[in-house]
């Protein structure tokens, strides 16, 4: 079993909709949780970190994290074209930060 | 804008060349990082320097090599590059060991 695994993508979501992004890993010690946004041709960028169970919005981003279940989540509502980029989910356990091989979202004007 | 700058953003090299990336973090940061990343991948971890102790990924090939100056220079020197190591070369910071990582721009490397 893979450390991070992101659902095979890519992901066709209109605009203004919601595009729902899901992350499973196989360390149960894990501690700390990423989501980061990579455009085409450029670095990833950080959008949202979560430690603890539940849900974290941060404007138009929602990381929910479920430790028992091993998934961590990122919901983006009233999808942009400007959103469309690949996320990539990445999970802090063994004092090592493992990423998945990231989705890729196309927002469809 | 990021706080972590490289350079250069973009460089061809032959496979018998030496040629340097250079990264800089102005955040204060504890920990710097290089990672690889091919097109379609996740970035891979290369290197990273944390609390003046450096860790290598023992996969890499000894034609890269580190180099520390001080705690907010990470600078990676290559050599004898094989075309298979053309990639994306990004260099990261964080102010704790594998936590909220700010990436610089990245280099494109071309090899030859």
């Known amino acids: 079993q893979k450390e991070v695994e992101q659902n095979s993508g890519p992901l066709s979501v209109p605009e203004g909709a919601i595009a729902s992004l899901n992350c499973t890993y196989s360390d149960r010690g894990s501690q700390s949780f990423f989501w980061y946004r990579q455009y085409s041709g450029k670095s990833p960028e950080l959008i949202m970190s979560?430690?603890?169970?539940g849900d974290k919005e941060d404007g138009r981003f929602t990381a929910q994290l479920n430790k028992a279940s091993q998934y961590v989540s990122l919901l983006i509502r009233d999808s942009q074209p400007s959103d469309s980029a690949t996320y990539l989910c990445a999970v802090k356990g063994n004092n090592r930060l493992a990423f998945g091989k990231g989705n890729q979202v196309v927002v469809i004007p | 804008d990021t706080e972590v700058t490289q350079t250069p953003k973009h460089l061809v090299m032959g496979m018998t060349n030496k040629k340097s990336l250079k990264c800089e973090q102005h955040?204060?940061?504890?920990?710097m990082y290089w990672y690889k990343q091919k097109a379609k991948k996740p970035p891979e971890l290369m290197f990273v320097?944390?609390?003046?102790?450096?860790?290598i990924n023992e996969s890499v090939p000894s034609r890269f090599s580190p180099e520390c100056p001080n705690s907010s220079l990470l600078n990676l020197h290559l050599h004898a590059l094989q075309p298979e190591d053309s990639a994306l070369y990004l260099c990261a910071s964080s102010q704790d060991l594998n936590e909220k990582l700010f990436f610089g721009s990245g280099t494109q490397l071309s090899v030859l």
């Open positions: 955040m204060g940061h504890r920990a």
């Open positions: 979560i430690y603890s169970n």
């Open positions: 320097y944390s609390y003046e102790k450096l860790s």
